[in-house]
Nanobody, 127 residues
Framework: QVQLVESGGGLVQAGGSLRLSCAAS????????MGWFRQAPGKEREFVAG????????RYADSVKGRFTISRDNAHNTVYLQMNSLNLEDPAVYYC????????????????????WGQGTQVTVSS
């Protein structure tokens, strides 16, 4: 089992940056594809970014491509989401999630494919 704890959310002006972190418990972090999702009020949870087990393949939603960067540190059981050029469409609760897979597992975008979730961290963008 994996427990996930997000941090780094907050209030930022449009055009600003935030870095989210997700710390995972357990010794099997390196067996999980990791993803970031977000959910705004009244909307469904949507895929933002994901990274494979070895960290050499990433996948992004079109809405964040070129602005957000996902990375992971398997030695420290942590996945990050660097968010730059934040705009008024980005505010949401951001969740990290873990998808158990084999070494060659791809990043999946369906929330239902992920096994474990954090509690979420709020990101707010002001104009």
């Amino acid at each position: 089992q994996v427990q996930l704890v997000e941090s780094g959310g907050g209030l930022v002006q449009a055009g600003g940056s935030l870095r989210l972190s997700c710390a995972a418990s357990g010794r099997t972090f390196s067996r999980y594809v990791m993803g970031w999702f977000r959910q705004a009020p009244g909307k469904e949870r949507e895929f933002v970014a994901g990274i494979n087990i070895s960290g050499d393949r990433t996948r992004y939603a079109d809405s964040v491509k070129g602005r957000f960067t996902i990375s992971r540190d398997n030695a420290h059981n942590t996945v990050y989401l660097q968010m730059n050029s934040l705009n008024l469409e980005d505010p949401a609760v951001y969740y990290c999630a873990a998808d158990f897979g084999l070494a060659y597992a791809r990043v999946r975008v369906n929330p239902g494919d992920y096994d474990y979730w954090g509690q979420g961290t709020q990101v707010t963008v002001s104009s």
